[in-house]
């Protein structure tokens, strides 16, 4: 069955860096492209970015635009959100999800969590 | 506008029909897809492209489509379908997700 599982998370000063990864089995990862979703505590759900399934497109929302890279590595089956220049704004649980060909994100993993604090 | 609005509440007597709505320039083009969300758990997905159904997903769930409106219906509303829905679709890149600001269903 299909996992993705997010990892690195954490508790990150504002104006730090951090890398969020995503480790995906059950399907075949290089096929299909995936999300970066992210949602504040108690807030809904916000779309991040999205890479296509060989990485060579990749889209960033405006609110992340110039700081937050996508990207993905199909040999270690694993997606990847390189986050930069971090506010506190950016404090969400973060999601992964794998695109489809007619449905926008048929499957999410469970989240990692990231705090930034002043 | 690339913007999807939905209802902040919405509540439905155990067993009776609900329909939650989502509107937005973008589902001229796209169909949306509704996910379901509990709390403390990821989003789910319960409809997508015209109106499909992941498999485990029950089948008083189903989507529609007028104009610039999605609906979820929900018929027979049973406790456990008391959750958050959200509704997204692709905005007009076709690459970009647009997600609504979410619908909180209680059952009574």
């Known amino acids: 069955q299909v996992q993705l599982v997010e990892s690195g998370g954490g508790v990150v000063q504002f104006g730090r860096s951090l890398r969020l990864s995503c480790t995906a089995s059950g399907f075949t990862f290089s096929s299909y492209g995936m999300h970066w979703v992210r949602q504040a505590p108690g807030k809904g759900l916000e779309w991040v970015a999205m890479i296509s399934f060989d990485g060579s497109s990749k889209y960033h929302a405006d609110s992340v635009k110039g700081r937050f890279t996508i990207s993905r590595d199909n040999s270690r089956n694993t997606l990847y959100l390189q986050m930069d220049s971090l506010r506190a704004e950016d404090t969400a649980l973060y999601y992964c999800?794998?695109?489809?060909?007619?449905?926008?994100?048929?499957?999410w993993g469970q989240g990692t969590l990231v705090t930034v604090s002043s | 506008s690339s913007e999807l609005t939905q209802d902040p509440a919405v509540s439905v007597a155990l067993g009776q029909t609900v329909r939650i709505t989502c509107q937005g320039d973008s589902l001229r083009s796209y169909y949306a897809s509704w996910y379901q969300q509990k709390p403390g758990q990821a989003p789910v997905l319960v409809i997508y492209d015209k109106n499909r159904r992941p498999s485990g997903i029950p089948d008083r769930f189903s989507g529609s489509r007028s104009g610039n409106t999605a609906s979820l219906t929900i018929t027979g509303a049973q406790a456990e379908d008391e959750a958050d829905y959200y509704c997204?679709?692709?905005?007009?890149?076709?690459?970009?997700?647009?997600f609504g600001g979410g619908t909180k269903l209680t059952v009574l």
């Open positions: 997204d679709s692709r905005d007009s890149s076709g690459h970009h997700l647009v």
């Open positions: 999800a794998k695109d489809g060909p007619s449905v926008t994100a048929d499957y």
